[in-house]
């Protein structure tokens, strides 16, 4: 089987990031993320995710809908609220918010808790430590984890692994999550787009 060229595979949203810091945090975050994250589906069962986002390379379709959307949110003038940096980590936050939807090792279905497994193993990753401030990594945690909103309980348990969003960066997060997984709006993935 082909390697997969992680970072060339993300090129266009990691090159939306404008503060060196973050940006390399972004690239090296990629690298860390399993193999499977190309592979897979965004929906282990296909019922929550439009056509484009399932079978084989899926949760990667559907993390880039879900970073260009955002970009597109920006550019609406009720959205100029937020800083270059907060753009920057709202970005970096979309990228890695499914990268561990089938838990640390890949199993045959998503796992409700991904957000908290993906905020703890990027926030425990030694790779990525010192690489940006504290405050930056919090933000992108926080987004990470949150990026479900009101889907945080498991269905089984009733018990809730997430927190729902709060601040205006997790809210506009788990916007752009819930677009780009709703099945009657597909994308086109070759329109250009620019920040």
Same mark, same amino acid.
């Given at each position: 089987m082909k390697a997969i060229d992680k970072i060339k595979s993300f090129a266009k949203e990691i090159n939306f990031i404008k503060d060196d810091q973050?940006?390399?945090f972004a690239t090296r975050a990629v690298e860390t993320l399993p193999d499977y994250f190309w592979e897979?589906? !965004?929906s282990s069962t296909g019922k929550y995710h439009p056509k484009y986002a399932s079978g084989k390379g899926g949760l990667f379709r559907h993390?880039?809908?879900a970073v260009r959307i955002?970009?597109?949110?920006l550019r609406m003038e009720m959205y100029a609220v937020f800083t270059e940096r907060e753009i920057d980590l709202m970005i970096v936050a979309l990228i890695l918010h499914d990268g561990y939807k089938y838990g640390k090792e890949k199993s045959k279905w998503s796992v409700s808790e991904h957000p908290a497994i993906a905020?703890? !193993?990027?926030?425990?990753n030694n790779e990525l430590k010192g690489i940006i401030l504290e405050d930056d990594l919090l933000a992108i945690t926080d987004g990470i984890v949150s990026h479900m909103g009101a889907w945080n309980t498991d269905n089984k348990t009733g018990i809730e692994f997430a927190p729902k969003p709060t601040s205006k960066?997790?809210?506009l997060i788990h916007i752009c999550d819930y677009i780009a997984s709703r099945k009657c709006l597909?994308?086109?993935?070759d329109a250009e787009i620019t920040r």
């Amino acid at each position: 089987m082909k390697a997969i060229d992680k970072i060339k595979s993300f090129a266009k949203e990691i090159n939306f990031i404008k503060d060196d810091q973050i940006r390399e945090f972004a690239t090296r975050a990629v690298e860390t993320l399993p193999d499977y994250f190309w592979e897979v589906g !965004a929906s282990s069962t296909g019922k929550y995710h439009p056509k484009y986002a399932s079978g084989k390379g899926g949760l990667f379709r559907h993390t880039q809908a879900a970073v260009r959307i955002l970009i597109e949110f920006l550019r609406m003038e009720m959205y100029a609220v937020f800083t270059e940096r907060e753009i920057d980590l709202m970005i970096v936050a979309l990228i890695l918010h499914d990268g561990y939807k089938y838990g640390k090792e890949k199993s045959k279905w998503s796992v409700s808790e991904h957000p908290a497994i993906a905020k703890f !193993a990027i926030e425990n990753n030694n790779e990525l430590k010192g690489i940006i401030l504290e405050d930056d990594l919090l933000a992108i945690t926080d987004g990470i984890v949150s990026h479900m909103g009101a889907w945080n309980t498991d269905n089984k348990t009733g018990i809730e692994f997430a927190p729902k969003p709060t601040s205006k960066m997790q809210k506009l997060i788990h916007i752009c999550d819930y677009i780009a997984s709703r099945k009657c709006l597909e994308f086109n993935f070759d329109a250009e787009i620019t920040r």
